[in-house]
């Protein structure tokens, strides 16, 4: 037990995690009963004080101890050498650190071949290794009792029929500390009410405006739900164990991260008066990490991540809720993200949301990869998160960086919790969540409201939908539209189903200024739905934003109404459409400036008139390449500002001149680049 750094390759990159020198790790002999082996502990520890820690689902004991021992050796290197002698300890390890995790070896790997019809059983069987599992071209395999899995991962993973090879790691951590549980704003007693964070991300009159569908699903990936709340009901559309692989969850009473996740997303209570964000919608439960004993560590390993994400695809799932991160790297688990986002959806692609961490520090992995939608935190006065923020949570503060997409409530949350003790609260209910594990599940409830009303959206535009839409609230500018703590800003559900919709909010949301969108022709107008399509020209006027925060414009011209800029072709001018990034740029760079812009149909209809197929006049697209532009008729910045982003089947990887992974056992780590909305 003598390794130092656990170095192995993700993505062709190296990862180096450091030695965690309190810990160490030990597999005892299945032969020895559990009383002899704290015998064998405390001998080992010369009635020093230590503790102990089951990894559940693995054949691995941790012990904490005391450094140093009392007659005067350094416990880390003397407990493992008078331990390895012993015919009942078959083996001691060391165990590592990476984003305030702990990460232990397994004794498993996975290897992904190059060619699907290779005979990979046999050609792992001369190196000893037993085939567990298969899906496609990776399998997840034993390795010898005495091989050191990270040097025999190493060694395949420069064989030429070997995609990668990689130790299948363990990743050990705690949840966040919770609030304490108080009379809440949000009475179960009482009258049905809405609790804060929801008014805050406008769910309310996102309900009136949508209906969700039984038929999206939201994936919560977690510690697994109790089910036998109130608040789940009928909700859920499939289970699944992925640390046993059983279509069965027995939850821990104690293990509520997921209840509360759960009934964030989806959860519906009528007779409480609580509802989830996507309440209507169905979940589907995957159990991925699971805690031996109240108050104790959380365990996964990253196959069993891999094998959650791989059942929630199969099941149909739109969205994937990931409340979780900071754990090791894993090319398995990348390539389950990738093949949820191809193929998830009948290729459309399952929307990805991930918790951007609690450390008040870079956003944690896998929040770091592009192509997920990565949720940061901000309290109940749209203040961004922080240790020092005025919320008395002293404890957490929400990580921050440019992979941070989106941000949502992450204070004071009113969920479900497991029935009875050792549950969070003495009822069914609690109102102390917190983290950005509890805002991930509002914006992927968010997403599922977007699929209810367009399930035929990709991934990619639900993302750009919540992105575009979200409120500017915080302290810090936002450059190009964001900004590192809050991204595009905060989630605003009903502004991203107006932007959706291709039209303005209601009237109650104007922007506070001279000039308001008109109403349009009101009772003299025309009164069927279709409104009077019109030939194309031009017009000139003050462009407008339709609202504060909503990137939809309109054109006042002085002496006509108002009309909403929107970019669809003439020929889909009865069809709500949406501004293109390029429109966005082009009508944003202009706003308040008097500017002519040409359009190819113009309809009237009850709400007002439209001008379809909007673009600045003069730029590209009124007589140029294509349509839309920049103001100065160029291509239009991309809403991240990165020009040199990688083609789609590269977007999950970080980049390698970022090297997110490396360097860590220098006591530093480097922010991805900014991600782009795809």
């Known amino acids: 037990m003598t390794r130092a750094t656990l170095e192995y390759r993700v993505a062709g990159r190296p990862v180096c995690l450091p030695r965690d020198e309190t810990l160490v790790g030990l597999t005892f002999s299945d032969r020895l009963p559990s009383d002899q082996r704290r015998v064998i502990e405390r001998l080992s520890v010369d ?21 140093p021992l009392p007659s005067g050796e350094v416990a880390p290197l003397a407990v493992p050498n008078r331990l390895a002698g012993l015919g ?98 949000f009475s179960v007693t009482g009258p049905p009410g809405l609790q804060p964070a929801l008014r805050q991300i406008r769910a309310e009159q996102a309900w009136q ?27 859920v559309a499939g289970l699944y164990d992925a640390l046993s692989g059983a279509d069965e969850i027995a939850t821990n009473p104690w293990d509520t991260h997921g ?24 979940l589907l439960v995957a159990r991925i990490a699971s805690s031996p004993a109240p108050g104790q560590p959380w365990a996964t390993a990253n196959s069993t991540i891999s094998r959650g994400i791989a059942w929630a695809v199969d099941q149909g799932a739109d969205v994937l809720s990931n409340s979780w991160g900071g754990g090791a790297p894993s090319n398995m688990v990348i390539d389950a993200l990738a093949e949820a986002r191809s193929r998830g959806r009948s290729g459309k692609g399952c929307v990805l949301v991930f918790a951007a961490g609690n450390s008040a520090g870079d956003v944690v992995y896998p929040g770091n990869l592009s192509g997920v939608l990565t949720v940061s935190g901000v309290n109940l006065e749209d203040r961004f998160k922080t240790r020092s923020s005025a919320d008395n949570e002293y404890w957490w503060g929400s990580c921050y960086g440019p992979a941070v997409d989106l941000a949502a409530p992450a204070v004071r949350l009113f969920t479900a919790d497991t029935l009875g003790p050792p549950g969070k609260s003495q009822g069914d209910y609690y109102d102390g969540f917190n983290g950005t594990s509890g805002a991930t599940p509002l914006v992927a409830g968010a997403a599922a409201l977007l699929l209810s009303r367009r399930p035929d959206l990709p991934e990619a535009e639900v993302r ?139 309809q009237e209809t009850a709400p007002g008139i439209v001008l379809w197929g909007a673009r600045v006049a003069g730029g590209a697209g009124d007589g140029a390449d294509g349509p839309g532009g920049g103001p100065d008729g160029g291509p239009a910045p991309s809403p991240s500002g990165d020009a040199d982003e990688p083609a789609d089947d590269e977007v999950l990887l970080p980049r390698p001149e970022d090297d997110v992974f490396a360097a860590l056992d220098a006591g530093r780590s480097r922010r991805p680049r900014r991600k782009t909305i795809r």
Not at 109 to 124: E, I, N, S, T, Y
Not at 211 to 225: H, K, Q, T, Y
Request: aromatic share 4%; charged share 30%; hydrophobic share 40%.
């Open 47 to 67: 009635g020093a004080d230590y503790r102990r820690y089951e990894v559940p689902g693995h054949r691995l004991t941790v012990m904490k101890l005391e450094d």
């Open 88 to 185: 009942e300890v078959e083996k001691t390890q060391p165990l590592h650190i990476f984003n305030g995790l702990r990460v232990a070896v397994s004794d498993r790997l996975v290897v992904k071949v190059r060619d699907p019809d290779v005979d990979v059983a046999a050609r792992l069987a001369d190196w000893g290794v037993e085939i567990l599992e298969r899906r496609g071209a990776t399998v997840v395999g034993r390795a010898p009792a005495d091989v050191d899995g990270v040097a025999l991962a190493a060694r395949l993973d420069r064989e030429d029929w070997v995609a990668y090879a990689e130790p299948d790691l363990i990743s050990i951590g705690s949840h966040p500390r919770r609030g304490e549980a108080t009379i809440s704003a």
């Open 209 to 235: 405006a949508v209906e969700a569908s039984p038929e999206i699903r939201i994936a919560v990936l977690d510690d697994g739900a109790d089910l036998r709340h109130a608040a789940f009901g009928s909700a």
């Open 259 to 282: 209840t509360a996740c759960g009934g964030l997303a989806a959860g519906r209570d009528d007779a409480q008066g609580f509802r989830g964000v996507a309440a209507g919608c169905r």
């Open 464 to 602: 750009r939908l919540l992105c575009e839409s979200a409120d500017k609230v915080g302290e810090l500018p936002y450059a190009d539209g964001r900004n590192d703590q809050l991204g595009w800003g905060r989630l605003n559900v009903e502004a991203a189903l107006s932007l959706l919709a291709g039209q303005a909010p209601p009237a109650d949301d104007e922007p506070e200024d001279d000039e308001p969108v008109d109403d349009g022709p009101g009772e003299d107008g025309p009164d069927d739905d279709e409104g009077q399509a019109g030939p194309g020209g031009q017009v000139t006027g003050i462009v407008r934003r339709a609202l504060a925060n909503l990137p939809v414009f309109y054109l006042k011209p002085p002496d006509s109404p108002s009309a909403l800029l929107q970019s669809a072709p003439a020929e889909a001018a009865v069809t709500p459409g949406r501004l293109l990034a390029d429109n966005i740029a082009a009508f944003a760079a202009l706003e308040g400036q008097e500017t002519t812009i040409a359009f190819d149909t113009r």
